[in-house]
């Protein structure tokens, strides 16, 4: 008995710290936005959940080089959104463009990359919560 006690006293500290973190991570993600200055493109902040992803052109994203620059390449969010009606289902755009990524300051490059991390980082809560909802409705039918 205690063995189960103590793990769901372990799942539930990991559930509030999740909770936790994302809170923080929301606070951060909304002073980012402005920061780097998406509220140009996407005029409220709810609304950068509505594309499909936010993609970074300029700087890596791979855990492994992260923030790292690619020589010749410019700096540049950019936003997928997926429309099943129309005959180009996927589009690409633009929410910020910063020039040449070696012009750009590095403390605003690491900015810029922190906003894409923490974007997904809320969206992969959005797409959990997204998939847990649909399973709700499973076995339903046969209670």
């Known amino acids: 008995m205690s063995s189960a006690l103590d793990r769901l006293k372990n799942l539930t500290n990991k ?6 973190e994302r809170k923080q991570n929301m606070n951060k993600l909304k002073s980012l ?13 709810e609304d950068i959940f509505n594309f499909k992803a936010i993609n970074l052109s300029g700087a890596s994203l791979l855990d492994e080089n992260l923030g790292m620059i690619k020589e ?7 936003a997928i959104s997926y ?6 289902k996927s589009k690409n755009s633009s929410l910020a463009y910063f020039g040449r990524v070696e012009n750009v300051d590095m403390a605003f ?5 922190e906003f894409i991390i923490r974007y997904r980082f809320e969206k992969s809560f959005m797409t ?5 909802h649909m399973l709700e409705n499973f076995g339903k039918a046969g209670d």
């Open 15 to 20: 559930i509030s710290s999740y909770e936790l």
């Open 33 to 45: 936005y402005l920061e780097v200055g998406i509220d140009k493109k996407v005029e409220k902040f």
């Open 72 to 78: 010749g390449k410019y700096l540049q969010i950019l």
């Open 83 to 88: 429309d099943k009606e129309a005959k180009v």
């Open 109 to 113: 490059k690491d900015k810029v990359v």
């Open 128 to 132: 959990l919560e997204h998939y847990h």
